[in-house]
C-alpha cells in the first residue's frame, strides 16, 4: 500500500478577524470555526487511515497563544495521535522566535514527547516507520534572515535578495537530501515563499524567504507539503510541490476560494487530492445607493436576495453628497442570521474629491482611489506596499 499523508497549514488559530468577542465563553466566536476544520481534518485522517499528517506552520496566529487557543490545538493533535498517525510540525514566521533558544508556542508539546509527534524547529529530516513502509520527512521552518548573517550569505545591515533566500534554501535541501535514507519515501515540508518570477515578487514577499519551487522540488523527494501561501495551488508537476492553503479564509481576497487540505499517496508515483474544510463563507456585496429616497431599504431588499445564513459579510456603499445618509446601525439586525457584517460607505462625490485632496498625501489619495474602484479595491494592500517601495525608490 501506498504511504497516505495528510497535508494541511496555515492553522492561524487565534485570528480573531471578523469575529466577535463571546463574553460568556470569554473568547472569540472565530475561535470555534477554527475549532470545526480542525475536528474536521482529524476525522478526514481517521477515515483515511493516513499514515502521517504534516503541518507546515502558522499554528497560531499569535505568538503568545492563550488558554483556550492552546487547548484548540491540543485537541486537535490528540485527535490526530489517536489514529496512530506520526505528525510532523515544523514552525511558520507566526510562531518561530527570531532570538536563538527561546521556545516557541510548540515547544512544550515536544518536552512531552509525545509518541510519534515530530517538532521540526530547525532544518532536520526525521525518518520513521509506518505500517506502509519507511517514510523521511525533511522539514525546513520559516528561515530567519539571522541564519543568512550566521551563515555569511549576506552582512549585518543589508537585507536580502531573493536569490540570496533561493541559494540558502537550496543548500539547505542538499544538505537535507544527503540524510534521506535510500529506499524510504521521502517529504520534504517548509513554510516559505516559493515564486517563478524571483525578481518581479521581490516586493511582494518583502525580503522574506523566497526560492524558485524547483529548488525545493526535486528527487528523492516524493510530495513537497508547503505553507505561508493562504491560497491552495499546486506550484510544481514533479514531485508535486503544493500549499494545501489555509483551512479558513483569513480575509475578503479569498472570498470565493475553496478551504481544506490534502490528502497525498506516496506510491510508485505520487498523486495528491484536495479535501475541502468546512470554512466559513464570506460574501462580499457592493451597492450604489446614490439618489435612493431610502437607502437602508434599498440595502436591505438588495441583501435579503443573498445567501448570508452564517456567513461573514462585507458590505460596501457608495453615495453620492446630498444622498440621504446611510446608518449601518439600521441594517444588521435586520440579519440575524449572519455571523459578522461589516459596513462601510464611500462618498463617490466629485466635489469631494477636488475640494477634499489637498488634505491627502500621495500614498492616502492613491488609497482613496484604489477605494473607489471594484477592480483594484481586492488588491489595495499589495498595491500600497509597491508605491511604497517606489516611493523609496525615487526619494534615494
Ligand atoms: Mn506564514
Redesign the pocket.
Known amino acids: 500500500m501506498p504511504i497516505k499523508i495528510l497535508h494541511t497549514a ?1 492553522l492561524h488559530i487565534g485570528d480573531r478577524r471578523y469575529g466577535r468577542f463571546d463574553p460568556e465563553r470569554s473568547i472569540n466566536t472565530r475561535l470555534d470555526d477554527q475549532r470545526e476544520s480542525l475536528l474536521y481534518l482529524v476525522r478526514i485522517a481517521v477515515e483515511e487511515e493516513v499514515d502521517a499528517v504534516i503541518i507546515a ?2 499554528i497560531y496566529h499569535g505568538r503568545s497563544p492563550n488558554a483556550a487557543e492552546e487547548d484548540v490545538f491540543a485537541e486537535f493533535i490528540s485527535g490526530l495521535a489517536e489514529t496512530g498517525a506520526h505528525i510532523f510540525v515544523v514552525e ?3 510562531e518561530r522566535p527570531v532570538v536563538p533558544g527561546k521556545p516557541s508556542p510548540l515547544t512544550h508539546l515536544a518536552t512531552l514527547r509525545i509518541d510519534r509527534f515530530h517538532h521540526i524547529d530547525g532544518p532536520a529530516v526525521v525518518n520513521v516507520a509506518t505500517k506502509n513502509g519507511e517514510l523521511a520527512v525533511a522539514g525546513m521552518p ?1 528561515p530567519l534572515r539571522r541564519e543568512l548573517v550566521d551563515g555569511g550569505y549576506i552582512a549585518k545591515n543589508v537585507s536580502p535578495t531573493p536569490e540570496i533566500w533561493d541559494a540558502f534554501i537550496g543548500e539547505r535541501i542538499d544538505e537535507l537530501i544527503e540524510n534521506i535514507p535510500t529506499g524510504a519515501k521521502s517529504v520534504f515540508t517548509g ?1 516559505l515563499w516559493t515564486s517563478n518570477v524571483m525578481g518581479i515578487n521581490a516586493k511582494q514577499t518583502r525580503g522574506e524567504p523566497v526560492c524558485l519551487p524547483q529548488t525545493l522540488a526535486r528527487k528523492p523527494f516524493d510530495y513537497i507539503a508547503l ?2 501561501i493562504h491560497r491552495h495551488q499546486q506550484v510544481w508537476d514533479d514531485p508535486p510541490a503544493i500549499y494545501s492553503g489555509s483551512i479558513e479564509r483569513t480575509d475578503f481576497t479569498e472570498a470565493n476560494i475553496a478551504k481544506g487540505a490534502v490528502v497525498a499517496e506516496l506510491g510508485d508515483e505520487t498523486s495528491w487530492r484536495f479535501i475541502q474544510t468546512p470554512a466559513r463563507k464570506f460574501v462580499d456585496v457592493e451597492m450604489n445607493l446614490s439618489g435612493m429616497s431610502d437607502p437602508i431599504d434599498a440595502a436591505v431588499t438588495k441583501l435579503a436576495n443573498k445567501e448570508l445564513d452564517g456567513a461573514i459579510v462585507r458590505l460596501t456603499v457608495t453615495q453620492m453628497k446630498g444622498d440621504r445618509s446611510f446608518d449601518a446601525r439600521h441594517i444588521r439586525p435586520k440579519f440575524p442570521e449572519v455571523f459578522y457584517m461589516r459596513v462601510s460607505r464611500i462618498d463617490m462625490s466629485e466635489e469631494r474629491k477636488i475640494a477634499g485632496l489637498h488634505k491627502y498625501s500621495p500614498l492616502e489619495a492613491l488609497g482613496e482611489f484604489i477605494d473607489q474602484s471594484e477592480k483594484l479595491r481586492p488588491h489595495k494592500e499589495e498595491l500600497i506596499e509597491r508605491a511604497k517601495a517606489i516611493a523609496e525608490e525615487i526619494r534615494g
Do not use: A, E, I, S
Request: net charge negative; proline share 0%; no cysteine.
Open positions: 496555515d506552520g502558522d511558520g514566521n507566526h520559516w513554510h505553507g505561508h
